[in-house]
Structures are given as structure tokens and as C-alpha cells.
């Protein structure tokens, strides 16, 4: 098939090579010429595991193409596929500018059928505006739309489909090839059934084993993808919750988490706790949600206390530090480790990390910070973090070592938990720290064996009273 992904980033990146991969022809597309030049000389804007390696083959394979040209862009693809960001706006919903600005690219441009395919996060009733926008542009053109039917020949015309897509970073290759399921809204109506036909036949390599396809209408698909983040993020916020009162009555939240994880009808995944969530998605779209309840007045107030549970989590471990040295923090060195909201990921969008530095930095600390891939993604992060206050930003300094970044630090804070934070040599942690201090924030290690190695240890919801 042809396909068109508008947007390359995470999200409109992943899809597109997989979908190459698999052997159609894809054109992605972007307004920013330098991550389309970038692709095209070879490079990869983003980090995500295995990616480089996908985009390489099949754009010499001849697969995959970069372009900015709208035109050949929407001439090109007879499915196309809507990846631009859906920030949040001032109010918390979500800001569907760039949404609409490609709908009306593609009434612009469009002829023939195309079927027009939202996978950005997306308000209920998004899809209705997106097919207004084109409409509007197609009359404009002198073409009366008739979505009721696909036309003959070059009359346009079109279908909008909601897709929302359900990878996580770190992993989008390999939740993109491997979904778990694969949620399809169309419309009911003519060119609805043919949009219909067409998914399931460009879905269908992923079905092989199992069907994982759920066809539904396009209002619940919107629907879907808040109510899964809204549910991920509430286990978290939960668990954080209970992390901070087990600290009080002396319970451990990592035993607390093994004996109700093992309840099938809870399960072990996303019960960890630790400084919050963060990230693209988990903010905006629970602040998204929150609003569209508000709009018609439903207010969702657990989501409401997720994320006030989740702004104050994000500076336990900071009020940890304070307690241990004082409020002020002047003449304290620290060493951070793991920038990035989460693993495998150069992405820094309300990382945990940034609140954390700010809070600590605005107290008179000093930082070296090192992250195995987001260090220069993180760089330009904090410089707008600081821009009030540029002065600051001296106090910031970065390692490529995760051992020199220790040298002569008053603790160690760690805030990502990548992999190879798991089991480092604390024998080396010890020697290089200038106090054997560690202020965990994802519960890596156990508190005993830090006792045991003489290494002062803060976790998040521990029972040693820290
Ligand atoms: P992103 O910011 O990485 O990428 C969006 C891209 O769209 C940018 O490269 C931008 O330049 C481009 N763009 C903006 N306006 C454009 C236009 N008019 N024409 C062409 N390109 C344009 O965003 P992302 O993380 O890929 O997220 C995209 C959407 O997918 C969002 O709605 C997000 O909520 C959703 N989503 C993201 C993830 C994730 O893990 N990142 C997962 C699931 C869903």
C-alpha cells in the first residue's frame, strides 16, 4: 500500500518504517527541514532501540522516504496517517492546531480517495473537525465532499479514521511489530466501510497469529487512548500515594507491591513506586482528559488527584535531600543519575528529572549529571527550564562516566532507572562519593545490602524509616 505518515516524530517515525518494513511504500513528512534533511543524510532525530537500523534499510531498499512537500506527500500516500504533537494548550486540552493544520494540507492537495487516519491523541469528536477542515478546503476548491461515498476517478473525497497508536517509548519498534491490540474507529457509512477494508488489510501482518484488531466506532477509539493512559498513570499515582504513608507506618512499599501484584486481577505491571511520571503523554493527556469532563460537566476527580499526587511526587526525593542536609543547600555537590522520564529514551518532556534538578539547583546545589543517551536532548531542556534565571545553569554539569560523574559528590540521586544503573560497583560508588549517600528514587537497590556495604540509603516507600 501507499502511505503517507504527517508528523515524523516518535510516533510518525516508528509507524512509518514499520509499515515500510513490512513492505509498503512510505512517505513521512514533516514541517521541520532539519529533521527531514537529517533523515535523508542518514541520521535519526530521535532515540528509540533498533530504529536507526529499520530506517537505513528500507530507505536503501527504496521503502522509506523524507520529504517537506506536501503536495508530493498527499499525492503519494492512498491511506494518510496524522502524527503531529497534540500539546496541551493553556487550559490543559489538548491543542489541535497542527491536527487541523494537516487536515486542511490534505483537503488542499487531496484527489481521489484517500482515507485519512488519526493517530495523535485526540479529543472524542476530533475526527468530526478534522473531516470539516478538509471539507471547508475542498469546497474551496469548488468540490462539494460527499462522505457518504468514495467518488470515481479524481473527485476527492475521504474517510477519517481514529487509530490511536499505544506504543511506549523506549520499545516503539517492538510495540509497534508486537502490539497487543489495535484499535480502529471508523465511520458508519459508505466510505467508513471501505477505510474499514483497507486497515484491516494493511493491519492484517500483525493479526497473523491472533485477530488483535478491535473495529469500533470512531468516538470510543478517541475515547480509548485517554482512558488507557488515565488508568496507567492512576496505578502509579497510587502507588506513590501508598509509598509516602508505608514510610510513615513502617511498612515497605516494594513487599506491598510483590503481595498485591500477585493478585491476577491487579498484575505486576505499573505498580512501581518512585519521583512520578513524566513524559509526553501521561500529563497532557490526563490534563486533556480532565477537561473534556469538565466541558460536559463530568468532573473526574480521581484523575484530578493523579496528577496533583504526581506533581508532589516528583519533589519527594528532593524534600528527602532537605531533610538530610538542611534547606539550603549551598556549597552540596550531587551526582544525578539517569535523565530521561524513563528508560531507553532520549525523551525529556516533564522528565521527573527537571523538577527535580531546578528545586535542588534554585537551593544553592551543584550538579554533574550523566544519562547513557539524553544528555544533549536534556541540555536544551534545562536551558529553557533556566532562562529566567541563565546564572543558574552553571550550576549544571555533565559526565559521559557514570563513576567521574560521582567525583567528590555529597550523595548520589538517582532518578531513571536504566539498566545499568542495576548493579554498579558499589565498591567504586563509595570510594568516589565524598560520603557514602544514595538517594534512590526508583527503589533499584535494597536497603539492607546498602546497610551491609555502609552506604547511607533514601528509597521511595522503604521500611527503614527513610
Ligand atoms: P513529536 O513532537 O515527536 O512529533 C510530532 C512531529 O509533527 C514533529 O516532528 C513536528 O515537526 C511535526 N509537525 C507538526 N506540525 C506539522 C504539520 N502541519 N505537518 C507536518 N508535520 C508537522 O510527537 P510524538 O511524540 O510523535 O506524538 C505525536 C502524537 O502521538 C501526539 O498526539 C501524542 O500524544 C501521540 N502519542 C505519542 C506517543 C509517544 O510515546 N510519543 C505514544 C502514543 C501516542
Redesign the pocket.
Known amino acids: 500500500m501507499n502511505i503517507t505518515l504527517?508528523?515524523?516524530?516518535?510516533?510518525?517515525?516508528?509507524t512509518g518504517t514499520c509499515f515500510a518494513e513490512l513492505g509498503n511504500q512510505v512517505v513521512c513528512?514533516?514541517?521541520?527541514k532539519r529533521?527531514i534533511d537529517l533523515l535523508n543524510s542518514g541520521g535519526v532525530?530521535?532515540y528509540e532501540p533498533g530504529l536507526q537500523e529499520l530506517i537505513a534499510r528500507n530507505a536503501a531498499a527504496g521503502r522509506l522516504r523524507f520529504t517537506?512537500d506536501?503536495q508530493d506527500a498527499v499525492a503519494h500516500g492512498d491511506v494518510l496517517f496524522i502524527?503531529?504533537?497534540?500539546?496541551p494548550d493553556e487550559d490543559g486540552s489538548?491543542d489541535l492546531k497542527?491536527?487541523l493544520?494537516?487536515a486542511r494540507?490534505i483537503g488542499r492537495w487531496m484527489q481521489g480517495f484517500k482515507i485519512v487516519v488519526n493517530?495523535?491523541?485526540?479529543p472524542v469528536g476530533t475526527a468530526d473537525k478534522v473531516a470539516q477542515a478538509i471539507s471547508a478546503e475542498l469546497e474551496a476548491r469548488g468540490h462539494s465532499p460527499n462522505q457518504a461515498g468514495p467518488q470515481d476517478g479524481n473527485i476527492p473525497s475521504f474517510a477519517v479514521v481514529s487509530n490511536?497508536?499505544?506504543?511506549?517509548?523506549g520499545a516503539?519498534v517492538e510495540d509497534f511489530m508486537r502490539p497487543d491490540r489495535i484499535v480502529i474507529g471508523v465511520p458508519g457509512s459508505e466510505a467508513g466501510n471501505r477505510a474499514r477494508e483497507a486497515m484491516r488489510v494493511l493491519y492484517a501482518p500483525f493479526n497473523r497469529n491472533h485477530d488483535r484488531t478491535y473495529f469500533m466506532d470512531v468516538r470510543s477509539a478517541e475515547f480509548t487512548?485517554y482512558a488507557a493512559?488515565s488508568m496507567l498513570a492512576s496505578r502509579i499515582s497510587f502507588m506513590n500515594e501508598l509509598a509516602n504513608l508505608a514510610e510513615q507506618v513502617g511498612a515497605d512499599i516494594e513487599m506491598v507491591r510483590h503481595g498485591i501484584g500477585s493478585d491476577p486481577r491487579i498484575g505486576f505491571n505499573f505498580l512501581y513506586a518512585g519521583v512520578g511520571f513524566g513524559?509526553?503523554?501521561f500529563p497532557?493527556?490526563i490534563q486533556a482528559l480532565i477537561k473534556i469532563g469538565q466541558e460536559h460537566n463530568s468532573r473526574l476527580r480521581i484523575l484530578e488527584a493523579v496528577n496533583e499526587v504526581n506533581d508532589r511526587q516528583k519533589l519527594v526525593l528532593t524534600d528527602k535531600i532537605i531533610r538530610r542536609f538542611g534547606d539550603s543547600l549551598k556549597g552540596r555537590h550531587f551526582a544525578l543519575w539517569g535523565l530521561a522520564f524513563k528508560p531507553n529514551t532520549d525523551?525529556m518532556?516533564e522528565a521527573p528529572s527537571r523538577a527535580i534538578i531546578k528545586a535542588l539547583v534554585e537551593r544553592g546545589a551543584t550538579i554533574c549529571a550523566y544519562d547513557p543517551i539524553a544528555t544533549e536532548v536534556a541540555k536544551q531542556c534545562l536551558a529553557q527550564d533556566f532562562a529566567a534565571a541563565p546564572e543558574l545553569l552553571k550550576a549544571i554539569t555533565y559526565s559521559d562516566s557514570h563513576f567521574e560523574a560521582l567525583n567528590s559528590a555529597d550523595a548520589l540521586v538517582i532518578v531513571t532507572d536504566w539498566k545499568s544503573f542495576k548493579s554498579p560497583d558499589f565498591s567504586e560508588v563509595k570510594a568516589r562519593l565524598s560520603e557514602p549517600l544514595l538517594f534512590d528514587g526508583r527503589n533499584l537497590y535494597e536497603p539492607e545490602a546498602m546497610a551491609e556495604l555502609g552506604i547511607e540509603y533514601y528509597g521511595i516507600g522503604r521500611s527503614n524509616g527513610h
Do not use: M
Open positions: 504527517i508528523g515524523s516524530g516518535y510516533v510518525g517515525l516508528v513528512l514533516d514541517v521541520d529533521k532525530p530521535i517537506t506536501v502524527a503531529v504533537g497534540t500539546p489538548a497542527h491536527v493544520a494537516v494540507d493517530k495523535s491523541t485526540v490511536p497508536e499505544f506504543l511506549k517509548e516503539a487512548k493512559n513524559g509526553s503523554c497532557k493527556d525523551d518532556r
